[in-house]
């Protein structure tokens, strides 16, 4: 039985690498992970998974972002049905629509406005171009390593990648005031948006909340400039603040890009922006296929509102401040120099000294072997139906992973 479902895997891939280039694209290619991990899964459920070999495990990728309320939460679900049933994709948006947009506008302080896509990618280039039209200037300045999304303008690779694609782009380094100073200075004048990360989350690297001295800086640059500040919560939003991100640091941006956690694992994401972009997100042109279908706004709602009413990001913050203090306590034990950064439901876990990622790796292995579903250099995601008790059996198995990795 075993060996028939571990057959099924490596059959997929195999089938896989013959119609599919590489197999699989971008960051989900099993191969970007350490040996060992699986790339196909059949179920899901709360914060459970079940890979293709019919293996169980208590998953701290959500999705990689997207499930915040738990796998096929009910409410959510009923949501979704709910509105299918009358219709998904139609000739124009739903009532929906116009509710989500309420929604959120009272929700997110600074936004008083709304527009929806599908992608993160969709939302952080409309912010840009929206920021663009606006100050009709060129100059868009980004931190240097931060993931912005998957086309030429951003993606981490360079292959197919122009070098006027990535013109106007010019970078700071994220927490260094002066660094950003430096740039606006050189770009003075041609200056259109500063981006910034919700936090610090670049993959394979300590995470760090923004400080609300460069927040404010940032802040009080884009002001002086006359460009958009412009937050990218694509991978952070509901996850910190419901009302964006930065609120934590106390500072609004013009305009911010959202996706992942929205809609709880329907395909959704937003742009808000305040009333000096308003006319300008009326001038652009953006739009596609599916950016009106109901089906992913209806679950939005449902999403929202549930965060909201059942204090969605406590939970997390209980679970993930539970996890971190489990796993503190169990490194001391076991005599591992570890680095837990970023915010506790969001974290990402780097050993010391493991430049080739041989301690890291060895620690999420073990982990899967016994049921948890961890990353060794990505940001990692709590989600509210991670109960104490999957916290403590995840907590179990780390112990072990712990254990074997002081062995080696
Ligand atoms: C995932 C992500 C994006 C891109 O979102 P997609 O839905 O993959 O296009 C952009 N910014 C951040 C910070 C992200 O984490």
Same mark, same amino acid.
């Given at each position: 039985?075993?060996?028939?479902?571990?057959?099924?895997?490596?059959? @997929?891939?195999?089938?896989? +690498?013959?119609?599919?280039?590489?197999?699989?694209?971008?960051?989900?290619?099993?191969?970007?992970?350490?040996?060992?991990?699986?790339?196909?899964?059949?179920?899901?459920?709360?914060?459970?998974?079940?890979?293709?070999?019919?293996?169980?495990?208590?998953?701290?990728?959500?999705?990689?972002?997207?499930?915040?309320?738990? #796998?096929?939460?009910?409410? /959510?679900?009923?949501?979704?049905? $709910?509105?299918?049933?009358?219709?998904?994709?139609?000739?124009?948006?739903?009532? $929906?629509?116009?509710?989500?947009?309420?929604?959120?506008?009272?929700?997110?302080?600074?936004?008083?406005?709304?527009?929806?896509?599908?992608?993160?990618?969709?939302?952080?280039?409309?912010?840009?171009?929206?920021?663009?039209?606006?100050?009709? $200037? $060129?100059?868009?300045? +980004?931190?240097?390593?931060?993931?912005?999304?998957?086309?030429?303008?951003?993606?981490?690779?360079?292959?197919?990648?122009?070098?006027?694609?990535?013109?106007?782009?010019?970078?700071?380094?994220?927490?260094?005031?002066?660094?950003?100073?430096?740039?606006?200075?050189?770009?003075?004048?041609?200056?259109?948006?500063?981006?910034?990360?919700?936090?610090?989350? %670049?993959?394979?690297?300590?995470?760090?909340?923004?400080?609300?001295?460069?927040?404010?800086?940032?802040?009080?640059?884009? %002001?002086?400039?006359?460009?958009?500040?412009?937050?990218?919560?694509?991978?952070?939003?509901?996850?910190?603040?419901?009302?964006?991100?930065?609120?934590?640091?106390?500072?609004?941006?013009? @305009?911010?890009?959202?996706?992942?956690?929205?809609?709880?694992?329907?395909? +959704?994401?937003?742009?808000?922006?305040?009333? !000096?972009? !308003?006319?300008?997100?009326?001038?652009? #042109?953006?739009?596609?296929?599916?950016?009106?279908?109901?089906?992913?706004?209806?679950?939005?709602?449902?999403?929202?509102?549930?965060?909201?009413?059942?204090?969605?990001?406590?939970?997390?913050?209980?679970?993930?401040?539970?996890?971190?203090?489990?796993?503190?306590?169990?490194? @001391?034990?076991?005599?591992?120099?570890?680095?837990?950064?970023?915010?506790?439901?969001?974290?990402?876990?780097?050993?010391?000294?493991?430049?080739?990622?041989?301690?890291?790796?060895?620690?999420?292995?073990?982990?899967?072997?016994?049921? /948890?579903? @961890?990353?060794?250099?990505?940001?990692?995601?709590?989600?509210?139906?991670?109960?104490?008790? %999957?916290?403590?059996?995840?907590?179990?198995?780390? %112990?072990?992973?712990?254990?074997? /990795?002081?062995?080696?």
């Amino acid at each position: 039985m075993d060996q028939q479902v571990t057959n099924l895997d490596r059959e @997929l891939r195999a089938r896989a +690498l013959r119609v599919i280039p590489g197999a699989m694209w971008g960051h989900q290619n099993a191969l970007r992970l350490p040996e060992g991990y699986p790339q196909y899964f059949t179920r899901t459920e709360g914060c459970r998974t079940w890979d293709s070999n019919g293996r169980e495990y208590i998953d701290f990728i959500c999705g990689w972002g997207p499930m915040i309320l738990g #796998y096929n939460d009910p409410d /959510v679900e009923a949501a979704a049905v $709910r509105q299918r049933s009358n219709g998904d994709c139609m000739n124009g948006p739903s009532e $929906r629509l116009v509710e989500l947009a309420e929604l959120v506008v009272e929700t997110v302080p600074h936004a008083d406005w709304a527009m929806f896509s599908k992608n993160g990618t969709d939302a952080t280039t409309a912010c840009i171009t929206i920021a663009r039209a606006g100050t009709g $200037r $060129r100059k868009v300045l +980004l931190a240097r390593g931060a993931y912005h999304g998957a086309i030429p303008w951003c993606t981490p690779s360079v292959a197919g990648v122009t070098e006027e694609d990535r013109a106007h782009l010019a970078y700071f380094e994220y927490n260094d005031a002066a660094s950003l100073e430096a740039l606006v200075e050189a770009n003075k004048g041609d200056i259109a948006a500063i981006v910034v990360s919700a936090f610090r989350h %670049d993959l394979g690297k300590d995470h760090e909340l923004p400080t609300p001295e460069f927040a404010r800086r940032a802040r009080e640059l884009a %002001d002086e400039a006359n460009a958009a500040l412009i937050v990218d919560d694509v991978r952070a939003g509901f996850r910190l603040d419901m009302g964006g991100s930065w609120e934590v640091v106390g500072v609004r941006p013009d @305009l911010a890009a959202w996706s992942k956690a929205i809609a709880n694992g329907h395909a +959704l994401a937003a742009v808000t922006g305040n009333d !000096r972009f !308003r006319d300008a997100a009326t001038r652009i #042109y953006t739009t596609g296929s599916f950016w009106t279908a109901s089906v992913s706004m209806a679950a939005a709602i449902a999403t929202i509102k549930k965060l909201r009413d059942t204090d969605g990001i406590g939970k997390m913050r209980t679970a993930g401040q539970r996890l971190r203090d489990g796993l503190e306590a169990q490194a @001391l034990r076991h005599g591992l120099k570890i680095r837990q950064t970023g915010p506790v439901q969001m974290p990402v876990i780097l050993f010391d000294d493991d430049a080739d990622r041989r301690l890291g790796n060895a620690f999420c292995l073990e982990a899967l072997a016994r049921g /948890v579903y @961890l990353h060794p250099t990505h940001t990692m995601f709590l989600s509210a139906a991670h109960t104490n008790a %999957d916290i403590d059996a995840a907590l179990q198995a780390t %112990d072990e992973a712990f254990a074997a /990795v002081a062995r080696l």
